[in-house]
């Protein structure tokens, strides 16, 4: 595992096509920005430890940062690694963001009522 590339499950990828149908969001790397962030705010600890990156969706640290936040994803992921008890090394940072940001994927693409980028916003916000 490596942050300098991310790669999705196929059911991540699934339903990350979903979520560009139905929000009108083109880019996989703003869908999963948004999905991490909504995965970090909920303080449960994810209850899947391990994701099999099987689909042919990649990207690398900087396309899914982007060059501005970068290092405030990278400190918001670290953070989450020392709230659960976990040293911030490399291998547990990498393991936090796939397991956080699947997690957020699959919590916005089981939202029945994600029916545009207005109802994306309110959800996160809410």
Same mark, same amino acid.
């Given at each position: ?54 689909s042919n ?12 936040? #970068?290092?405030? %994803? =990278? !400190? ?6 020392l709230q659960?008890?976990?040293?911030? *090394?490399?291998? @547990? ?10 997690? #957020?994927?699959? %919590? =916005? !693409? ?12 309110? *959800?996160?916000? @809410?």
């Amino acid at each position: 595992m490596s942050l300098d590339h991310i790669k999705l499950s196929q059911t991540g990828k699934d339903q990350l096509v979903r979520l560009k149908r139905v929000t009108g969001i083109k880019h996989w790397n703003v869908l999963c920005r948004w999905a991490l962030m909504f995965s970090l705010q909920d303080s449960s600890t994810p209850l899947v430890r391990e994701i099999v990156a099987d689909s042919n969706v990649t990207m690398d640290w900087k396309t899914f940062a982007g060059s501005e936040y #970068g290092d405030i %994803y =990278l !400190a918001l992921i670290k953070a989450r690694c020392l709230q659960d008890g976990e040293e911030p *090394t490399d291998e @547990a940072v990498s393991r936090t963001l796939t397991i956080h940001l699947h997690r #957020g994927i699959g %919590y =916005l !693409a089981g939202r029945q009522d994600l029916e545009s980028v207005h109802d994306l916003v309110m *959800t996160v916000a @809410a």
